[in-house]
Structure formats: C-alpha cells, structure tokens
C-alpha cells in the first residue's frame, strides 16, 4: 500500500531532466479534497483558496475549509488563514496565531533537513529530503520532492511536495502523521487549479464548484454555476429521466458513478432534450449521474437513489 501514490504519479508523469524557476501557487480558484482520518474513522474534507484577505495589514490569499452537502454543493465556508507566496517559499498565517509560518520551502534540495513549524501549539516536526526531481504534471514542469519515511508505523507512502499543488498529505497537512487519529492527519486526493486537475486516487475524484472565484474546469470551459440538473423519479427502480439547463450540444455524454466514485455505467446520447436511463441493473444505493457536452466540459452533476 506505501507505493500507491508513487505508482499513480509516476502514471501521471514523465521525469525531466531540467529545472529553472519556482512556479506560483494558487492564489485564487483552487480546491483541494483530503481523506482525513479521526476516531468516527475516515472522511472527506474540502480546502479552497478563494478570495483574498489583510491579516497584520500585509495582503494574502484566503484560505477557507468547504462545507458541502450530499451532492457537493457548498453550503458554508470557514475562513483557516492567509497564504502568500515570496519566490519559491509558500508562507501561511492561521487564524489567531500571531505570525505567519513557512508552509513549502521549494528550495529543499536532496539530503536537506527542515523543521516545520505547526499552528495552534503543536510541537515542530523535522523532515529530512531522500530525492528531488522535476516531472511534467499537468502541463507544467514541477519540482517534487520525496521526504525520507520517518513513521515507518503508517501505511501510506512517506509524503512528496509538488510544486504548485502542495503536499500529498493535503493542502495544510504537510508534516503531520496521515496515519494520525487526532483529525489532523490526511491524504490528498485530488486538486482543482483554473483548467489544472490532478487526480490522485484509481477512481472518479468529485470536486464541489467554487462560486464566487470564476473557477474553470479541466477543460478550459467555464462551470455554470447557475446550472441544475433534475433527475426524476427520485427514488427510482427502473428508468431514470434527466433534465438540465445547458447550452445547446450536438452530443451529451452522461456517465454515473457509485456513491464511492467508482463509473457504473456511461451513455452517449446526440441531440437529446432529455435524458433517460436504465438503471434497473444497479444496486440499491445513492448515485451521482454527471453530464458532459461532446467537447468533454462538464455541465454539472447531481445524485439520485436507486431503490
């Protein structure tokens, strides 16, 4: 289980030989999904940069945890702190501490050592560097650095940075146990950055739409927040209808998926006003059914319940 990660980016990746300058992270338009781990077991959580805000009169990026509903809508936010950039150093200002503290250093080179301070009174953790390589992801040539596995006790793959996404133990989890039962550890799953998407898991990875922010799909396609979808009857046995406002397609694409991401079932229909499924074969349970027009932007999503 400790090569999963490893496995699935070296999928995603080619290895480069060159390296020249630090890219920007985020600033606006990007959210992240985490797997955190707590004593009620594992859940999902949303991390946003969205906005901006004056912590100290210095200017960051607002940093705000998503709470979503049952179909990933957004229902609330709490605001976590600021972030700023400076060169290849990403800095982050909980709220209620007093200074800001280095989140990435990507200046770390192989055999560095760097102690990380924590927020809200935990005590630092010092991570020493076992490899530094550059990879095209997404489009861009990144740095990533791998960190020496120093919980031999945790399943998972010792923790890797990747420049202009963050750590794969989350957004604000860089350093922590991802093994931890405290609420704190996590795993990354997946990242949404303007028409950026990295998808770390082997199966579908959603991610709720930022309002407010003008995010982009991976695409390059514009989301319509106002978009709805209407699936009816709700609960179903047999057929399911579909309804949505959306631009005019010459195909839809709609695919559905268990309530744990895994593609059921996937249907192409051209000039359609209305969608229907079969859904009699499925088992009992919730669904999400996603819809796509022919250019592969997605149009929006929404759940139904398989009786």
């Not at 489009?139 to 990533?144: L, S």
């Not at 919730?286 to 139904?304: D, L, M, P, Q, V």
Request: net charge negative; glycine share 8%; charged share 20%.
């Amino acid at each position: 289980m400790k090569r999963n990660f490893l496995y699935i980016l070296i999928f995603l990746t080619w290895t480069s030989m060159g390296f020249s300058q630090s890219l920007d992270f985020p600033d606006n338009n990007a959210v992240w999904k985490e797997m955190h781990n707590s004593f009620a077991g594992p859940h999902p959580r949303y991390f946003a940069v969205c906005g901006d805000t004056t912590i100290n009169n210095a200017h960051f990026s607002q940093v705000v945890e998503l709470q979503v509903d049952s179909i990933l809508q957004i229902t609330s936010s709490t605001f976590i702190g600021g972030l700023r950039q400076s060169g290849p150093i990403i800095y982050m200002h909980y709220a209620g501490e007093a200074d800001e503290i280095i989140l990435y250093d990507f200046t770390l080179e192989q055999g560095d050592e760097i102690t990380l301070k924590l927020p809200y009174g935990f005590s630092p953790v010092t991570r020493k560097v076992e490899l530094v390589e550059t990879q095209m992801i997404e489009g861009k040539i990144r740095k990533v650095i791998h960190f020496v596995d120093e919980i031999p006790s945790c399943t998972y793959e010792p923790e890797i940075w990747i420049e202009g996404i963050g750590s794969s133990y989350g957004l604000l989890g860089r350093a922590l146990d991802p093994c931890s039962v405290s609420d704190l550890g996590s795993q990354l799953l997946c990242f949404q950055y303007l028409d950026e998407y990295l998808n770390l898991t082997m199966i579908e990875c959603f991610l709720p739409v930022l309002t407010g922010c003008g995010i982009v799909n991976p695409t390059n396609e514009n989301v319509p927040s106002s978009t709805s979808i209407f699936v009816y009857p709700n609960p179903a046995n047999e057929i399911i209808y579909v309804d949505f406002d959306g631009e005019s397609s010459t195909g839809w694409k709609a695919s559905i998926y268990s309530a744990l991401g895994q593609k059921m079932t996937i249907t192409e229909t051209i000039g359609a006003a209305r969608l229907s499924f079969d859904v009699s074969h499925l088992a009992s349970g919730i669904y999400f059914i996603e819809i796509e027009n022919e250019r592969g932007g997605k149009i929006g999503i929404s759940r139904f319940v398989k009786n």
